[in-house]
C-alpha cells in the first residue's frame, strides 16, 4: 500500500492518435500502475491502448448524457461537462474507485483521451484523497493526427471537423492545465528518445522513477516503442480542410512547441495561445451563425422522424414475440422452421 503524500496520479492526456497509447504503455512497462483491466488492444491499436476499462466506460456515460463526443469541436461544451464534475454523485463515483487505486501503488497512470473534458473532476477527486496530480500532454502535428483518425476510424467525420476538434481540445487542455504540475512531449521526440523525454518529463512532474530511465536497464520498453508504428507522415495538402481553419491550426502547433522544449513555455508563448484560443472561439461561433438554417432543418426532421415512428407500430406478431425470454424465442424460430420444413416435403 502507498503511503499518503507521496502518491502521485499521472493523467496522460491530449488528442487521440497523438502518442498518448505509447506513453502510457511505456509509464506500465516501467512498474507503474494502470488500472486494470485494460481496453483490448486491436488492428487501430495493436500495442495495446494502455486505457482502465472503467475510466473509459465513466467518462463515455458522462459525455453521452451531456451529448458531447470526444473530438467535439465546440466550445461551448466544456461548460458541460465541466458542470458534470461538479455533481456530487458524480464526484462520490471517480472517489471511491479512484481511492482502492491510489493505495495499490505510488503512481498510478490513467490514459483516456476522453480525460480532458473531466480534468477538474480528476484533480479535485485526487486532491481529496490527498494525491498530487500530475498532466502529460502528447502533441503530435494535427494533419497526422486527422490522417491517423480517418485510417482507423473511418470517414464520417470530415476533415474539418476533426481539424476543428483537434484545436478546441488542445486549446482547452493546454489552458485548463497551466496552475498544475504538467509536462509536455511531443510524439516525434518520443519516438526518437524515449529515455531522455521519459527523463525530462520526470524532473518536470517530480517522478524519481522517470528520472532514474536509462535504455539500457529496460529493454522491454525499447522493444515497445517501435518507431515503425509512426506511418500517417502527411501535411495539410492531403487533407480537405479550409485555409482559415489550417492556418490557425498550424499556427497553434507551432505555438505548442516550446512547452514540449527544456525551457518551457515562455510568457509569450502563453498569451500567444490565449489570442488563438480567443481566435478560434470567435471563428466558431461564427460558423454557427451562418449554419442556422441548416441547426434549425436538423432540429425540425427530429421530431417528425420520432412521430412518424411512433404512428408506425411494430406489427402485432412482432409486439408478441417480444413479450416471450429469448430462450423461448428462439425455440418458437426452430419449431416454425421445423413446421416449415415437413409443409415443403412432397406428399407420397
Not at 30 to 46: H, K, L, S
Not at 143 to 159: F, H, L, T, V
Amino acid at each position: 500500500m502507498a503511503s499518503a503524500g507521496d502518491r502521485q496520479l499521472i493523467l496522460v492526456v491530449g488528442v487521440g492518435r497523438s502518442g498518448t497509447s505509447a506513453l502510457a504503455g511505456t509509464l506500465g512497462q516501467m512498474g507503474f500502475r494502470i488500472p486494470q483491466p485494460e481496453v483490448r488492444a486491436d488492428d487501430t491499436n495493436p500495442r495495446g491502448f494502455g486505457e482502465p476499462r472503467w475510466v473509459v466506460d465513466f467518462h463515455h456515460r458522462l459525455l453521452r448524457e451531456r451529448r458531447v463526443t470526444v473530438n467535439d469541436s465546440r466550445p461551448g461544451a466544456w461548460e458541460s461537462t465541466y458542470a458534470a464534475g461538479r455533481l456530487a454523485p458524480v464526484q462520490d463515483e471517480l472517489r471511491a474507485w479512484l481511492a482502492g487505486e491510489v493505495d495499490q501503488a505510488q503512481s498510478v497512470v490513467v490514459k483516456d483521451p476522453r480525460t480532458v473534458w473531466f480534468l477538474p473532476l480528476w484533480t479535485r477527486c485526487a486532491g481529496d484523497l490527498g494525491v498530487a496530480t500530475a498532466s502529460v500532454t502528447m502533441l503530435r502535428h494535427p494533419a497526422e493526427i486527422i490522417a491517423s483518425a480517418k485510417r482507423s476510424y473511418g470517414d464520417w467525420q470530415s476533415d474539418a471537423s476533426r481539424a476543428t476538434a483537434w484545436l478546441n481540445v488542445i486549446l482547452e487542455t493546454e489552458h485548463a492545465t497551466r496552475a498544475d504540475t504538467r509536462a509536455f512531449v511531443g510524439y516525434e521526440q518520443f519516438l526518437a528518445d524515449w529515455p531522455g523525454e521519459v527523463r525530462r518529463v520526470g524532473r518536470l512532474i517530480g517522478s524519481r522513477a522517470m528520472v532514474a530511465a536509462e535504455r539500457e536497464r529496460l529493454p522491454e520498453v525499447d522493444r515497445f516503442v517501435d518507431p515503425t508504428l509512426h506511418r500517417n507522415r502527411v501535411g495539410w495538402d492531403a487533407l480537405d480542410v479550409a485555409p482559415r481553419v489550417r492556418d490557425l491550426a498550424e499556427a497553434v502547433w507551432a505555438q505548442l512547441q516550446p512547452l514540449a522544449a527544456e525551457g518551457g513555455a515562455t510568457p509569450a508563448a502563453l498569451a500567444a495561445l490565449d489570442e488563438s484560443r480567443a481566435e478560434y472561439r470567435s471563428l466558431y461561433a461564427e460558423a454557427e451563425a451562418i449554419v442556422q438554417s441548416s441547426i434549425t432543418a436538423a432540429k425540425r426532421r427530429g421530431p417528425r422522424g420520432r412521430a412518424k415512428a411512433r404512428a408506425a407500430p411494430a406489427p402485432l406478431k412482432v409486439r408478441l414475440a417480444r413479450r416471450l425470454p429469448p430462450r423461448s424465442r428462439r425455440r418458437l424460430r426452430r419449431a416454425i422452421r421445423s413446421l416449415r420444413r415437413v409443409a415443403r416435403r412432397p406428399r407420397s
